[in-house]
């Protein structure tokens, strides 16, 4: 084990792959993943289901019984609701959000998709960022997903991270670099 990787995030990518191996010998890999979407969606939205999972007092029992109600009212996959019953029975239930996380970033990696941090400094259209897809998709030679946000701090232009590679054209950084600049003269 790599001394940067710590324990819990590499037993969250070992129970996410084993979780998309599952998957996708049972041919279910796209229902799985709408599905982890979904409880991911809800477990972000509630504090109250974030406390319990995170609780570790609560009872293996207290908390299978709990999420089999939850997991039938949502009515998620068997393959979800026997993952989630081993994570509670291995006591890895707090490592859930991590887990779903991971496996959502291996299942588009392995689709050949990219993620992609879009910061610009002002709101785009979504022609613009269809447009700014499309040809990064096209650069790259991959699809590209873009997270897209607003910083009114840059004053002006973008900023485009795809993994370790950073373009930034935002007057923001332009300025920083000339202040650098007049202080080594």
């Known amino acids: ?56 007092t609560q009872s293996q029992s207290t908390q299978l019984e709990v999420l089999n109600k939850i997991l039938t009212e949502m009515s998620l996959s068997k393959i979800i609701k026997n993952f989630l019953s081993i994570l509670v029975t291995k006591r890895r239930i707090f490592f859930l959000k991590t887990i779903f996380l991971n496996f959502l970033t291996l299942a588009s990696k392995k689709r050949g998709e990219l993620k992609a941090s ?50 930034d054209t935002s007057i923001k950084n332009k300025l920083k670099k000339y202040e650098q600049i007049m202080l080594e003269v």
């Open 118 to 167: 879009l910061v610009s400094s002002k709101n785009l259209t979504n022609e613009e960022l269809k447009n700014l897809n499309a040809e990064l998709s096209e650069t790259m030679a991959t699809t590209i997903t873009l997270d897209y946000k607003v910083d009114e701090n840059l004053i002006g232009g973008l900023k485009i991270q795809i993994g370790s590679l950073m373009v």
């Open 1 to 56: 084990m790599s001394s940067s990787k710590s324990f819990s995030s590499e037993t969250a990518n070992r129970y996410a792959l084993a979780l998309y191996e599952l998957a996708k010998d049972s041919s279910e890999l796209e229902a799985v993943e709408k599905d982890i979407s979904e409880f991911l969606a809800v477990y972000n939205t509630s504090e109250d289901l974030k406390n319990f999972i995170k609780n570790p």
